[in-house]
């Protein structure tokens, strides 16, 4: 054996124990090998392309979910580089896929900005995937390489010829089920990602193929507008203050930035951050910058000409930001991630960038644009004087609470355990219902809050209105936690808050309004876990005294199959829980033995899509509501609207 020979021996041990250690604790490196892991790395190969976009060499990546669940990705970039890599003495691409932490790192002189959180790159895939294999055309030939589980399978060789001017990469890879506790793809979850990559990414193509359905599912997003084009998706079911959505761009100390919003007619804010193309749900530099600059600008120029006058207060970046729907986009070499998961911009320079870029253009815009910078002071104004109107009212209940000794509402009938963790409170939609819940429950460990009618929907209620409200005013009190910047999750007096409504359209209807407040309000709860969904039965099968209830249609006919079909069986369907005797409500829907109870969780890294599925459903406008009911036809089945 020559020199050389067993120099690329010892490289290949170096290598496979990199790997080995991505095997041995994957979590470290995707993050989980949950769901969330799996489809993560379909990001992690997709960023690559998505890099190549950026350095303005790629314009279309197709990903696509295959009947067997591996995962097709191809681009229409200058291809990985075949060449020897001369310090590893094998292809650069080898190295790509084989070595820890080398994507992008060799030559090029592309913008390398993928990455952040789990930025670790294809050889973390490859070690993770059953197999995976890449092919390449570049100058005329076209190049493949199969890897098993991290392990070459042979050198890199050409398989055929391509069209001359024809470049690109292609990779396909199965995920390890030895490593992955859940190996199905998410069509849905793919599509929501791709879609922002596509928004990220002005210009570049994004089809999103399953070929596990017949016919098969696609998608395709391209936005030349980028960010803009998102702020108008972000406000597609609300009525913007504003035809324009406003825009600034520029680059200062390295950190290019990207700004766009728009305000719309309701009371809440949407702004999210975005550091190379991954979301920031806990904020950052970059915010801060961007929520200075705003609120510096605003009032400069509603001074500067008399929107304000000289004896009132400034606005408050609160009252500035009243509707507004923002995505501020930076791109940093080198980001530090900090806080609790890790998902919140350090870096000190992103604050100044963005600052600056937001102030110089958004002050020309204003000047340009006066009627859009009076609409918005206007509506600053009244929302400064409702904030004001609701810190008073607010003041008046904490010291009315401090002087009653925290009395808790009158309609709650309380549980007499006094240890949180083992006290439920069951939110009841109606009096007649909520008396039943009274009658059956375990008085000990549940609690029952009953509520009128229906509740009040905080997407279109200013906060003054929101704290006046009766309903709402007694889950704050009953929850214990307060809510805002007095939120104190160790003062929550339940562990599980349950929300039981009719199985009907009104019940859905008010769950979703309830839900929408608690997201709102107090999106802590949800976020840790605390909130769940009753299922009341929808059907009562009795047959030769005995009794079978089925929580939906598929349930009872496989109850009625089992039992027969035949005149013996008497079904009720149920149409509120008010049918229901305490004791049927006990059984049925309340016995921590028998009940089934939906957990609400949230997905933090899709926020933009969890906001736009509560203004959607819960706002004024038609047509994006029935375009998403038809779009989620199967999530709405299981909510029977
Ligand atoms: C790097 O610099 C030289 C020219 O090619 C650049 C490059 O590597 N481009 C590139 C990589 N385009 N696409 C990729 C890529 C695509 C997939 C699907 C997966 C991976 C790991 C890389």
Known sequence: MGGENTEYGADQIQILE???????????????????????????????????????????????????????????????????????????????????????????????????????????????????????????????????????????????????????????????????????FDYDILKQRLREMAFLTKGLKIILTDAREDPHKEKSFHYEGGIREFVT?????????????????????GVFVEVAMQHNDSYTENTYGFVNNINTPEGGTHIMGFRNALTKTFNDYARKNKLLKDSEPNLSGDDIREGLTAIISVKIEEPQFEGQTKQKLGN???????????????????????????????????????????????????????????????KLADCSDKDPKNCEIYIVEGDSAGGSAKTARNRVTQA??????????????????????????????????????????????????????????????????????????????????????????????????????????????????????????KIQRYKGLGEMDSDQLWETTMDPEKRVLLRVTMDESATSEIDLTFTTLMGDKVEPRREFIEENARFVENLDI
């Open 233 to 253: 998706y972000l406000n597609k079911s609300k009525e913007p203050l504003y035809p324009d959505v406003i825009y600034c761009e520029g680059e200062k100390d």
């Open 448 to 569: 029952i809050l009953p509520l009128r009618g229906k509740i009040l929907n905080v997407e279109k209620a200013r906060l003054d209105k929101i704290y006046g409200n009766k309903e709402i005013k007694a889950m704050i009190t009953a929850f214990g936690t307060g809510i805002h910047e007095d939120f104190d999750i160790s003062k929550l007096r339940y562990h599980k808050i349950i929300i039981m409504t009719d199985a009907d359209v009104d019940g859905a209807h008010i769950a979703t309004l309830l839900l929408t407040f608690l997201y709102r309000f107090m999106p802590e709860l949800i976020k840790q876990g605390y909130v769940y969904l009753a299922q009341p039965p929808l059907y009562k099968i009795e047959k030769n005294k005995k009794v079978w209830y089925a929580y939906n249609d598929a349930e009872l006919n496989r109850i009625l199959e089992e039992i027969g079909r035949d005149n013996n069986n």
């Open 18 to 184: 990199g790997l080995e250690a991505v095997r041995k604790r994957p979590g470290m490196y995707i993050g989980s090998t949950s769901g969330r892991g799996l489809h993560h790395l379909v990001y992690e190969i997709v960023d690559n392309s998505v890099d190549e976009a950026l350095a303005g060499f790629c314009t279309e990546i197709q990903v696509t979910i295959n009947p067997d669940n591996s995962i097709t990705v191809v681009d229409n970039g200058r291809g990985i580089p075949v060449g020897i890599n001369h310090k590893a003495g094998i292809p650069a691409v080898e190295v790509v896929f084989t070595v820890l932490h080398a994507g992008g790192k060799f030559g090029g002189g592309g913008y390398k900005v993928s990455g952040g959180l789990h930025g670790v790159g294809a050889s973390v895939v490859n070690a993770l995937s059953e197999w995976l294999e890449v092919t390449i055309c570049h100058e005329g030939k076209m190049y493949k390489q199969r890897y098993e589980r991290g392990h070459t399978m042979y050198p890199l060789k050409i398989i055929g010829d391509c069209a001359s001017e024809m470049t690109g990469t292609r990779v396909d890879f199965l995920p390890d089920k030895e490593i992955f506790e859940e190996t199905v």
């Open 348 to 410: 000190s320079e992103a604050r100044g960038a963005v600052d600056s870029v937001v102030s110089r253009q958004l002050e020309i815009f204003l000047e340009q644009n006066p009627a859009v910078a009076k609409a918005t002071v206007e509506k600053s104004v009244l929302a400064q004087r409702a904030r004001e109107a609701a810190r008073k009212a607010r003041d008046l209940t904490r010291r009315k609470s401090a002087l009653d000794g925290m009395s808790l509402p009158g």
